[in-house]
């Protein structure tokens, strides 16, 4: 009944992030698409950077840790699979919608002035000059109400996701009690660490550092540990699950192949990215 309760609260404030797409069709433009669909700027440190973390904010090992951790906590079978999948699949689609989302609502109003390069072409290193660029285009209520709401969504149900996971992890490792179906007095432990997280989180928010760097270098370290998630994960569809659903055949072989390429992809781009995020 917890589990299901917290589920609930995050599908709510993660609907937060829909808000999104109305941003990025109010400020998408078909001519900039056009022309810049195909450009890339590989010779540019920070953009090299910047898509090394993209790669580690696609993929981020944690929410591999979370989904396993909350297959266990809800106590699904192999007659849940499918259903797993099917939820697993529409919801990787609908986090990569509101992540394109984003970022055609960052360039065409943060990074675009009357069809030109915005006077100071440097990151914005504040949350609140990306809702002040957007303001700017939008509107400033809408800018600002808009944004600020899709924020909040994601920056709750980022904290609800992270936090739980690092909770369940050391539950599992130091063996205490640690299920949402279980109240604060049954497993004290298991929400003293969520709540140990919780807060940390926010001490380091109220700190003064710049916290759009601090995500970008952890999205790139996101991505150079690829490989090691990756390769575990791979290893245990073939070596631990139960025979019936074990990959076997062509298709282990194409998912190995396919599991290589994202790992090696991801250790080149974090690595890269790591010694960009230096100069």
């Not at 990787?92 to 394109?100: E, G």
């Not at 004290?188 to 710049?210: E, K, Q, R, S, T």
Request: charged share 10%; with cysteine; glycine share 10%.
């Amino acid at each position: 009944v917890h589990g299901r309760r917290v589920e609930a609260i995050a599908l709510v404030m993660g609907s937060f992030e829909l808000v999104y797409i109305i941003t990025m069709i109010m400020a998408f433009r078909w001519e900039d698409f056009s022309s810049s669909i195909f450009k890339t700027s590989f010779d540019n440190s920070q953009y090299n950077f910047i898509v090394a973390a993209n790669i580690g904010a696609v993929v981020m090992p944690w929410m591999l840790f979370y989904q396993q951790s909350a297959v266990v906590d809800k106590g699904l079978t192999k007659e849940d699979l499918q259903d797993s999948r099917y939820d697993t699949f529409i919801g990787a689609i609908f986090t990569q919608v509101i992540m394109c989302s984003v970022i055609i609502t960052s360039s065409g109003t943060i990074w675009h002035e009357s069809g030109k390069a915005l006077p100071n072409p440097n990151p914005p290193e504040e949350i609140a000059e990306f809702s002040a660029g957007i303001s700017t285009h939008l509107g400033a209520t809408a800018g600002k109400a808009l944004y600020s709401i899709g924020l909040l969504g994601g920056a709750l149900v980022g904290g609800i996701v992270v936090s739980l996971t690092a909770a369940w992890g050391l539950g599992e490792v130091a063996g205490f009690k640690r299920s949402l179906e279980q109240s604060p007095l049954e497993a004290p432990w298991f929400y003293a660490m969520y709540i140990v997280c919780v807060l940390v989180g926010v001490i380091i928010c109220l700190l003064p550092l710049n916290l759009i760097y601090l995500n970008l270098i952890i999205e790139a370290m996101n991505a150079a540990l690829l490989p090691v998630v990756l390769g575990f994960l791979y290893v245990l569809s073939i070596k631990a699950l139960p025979e019936q659903i074990r990959l076997k055949g062509w298709y282990m072989y194409f998912s190995g192949v396919v599991y290589f390429i994202c790992a090696f992809v991801g250790l080149i781009g974090g690595i890269v990215g790591l010694i960009m995020g230096q100069n």
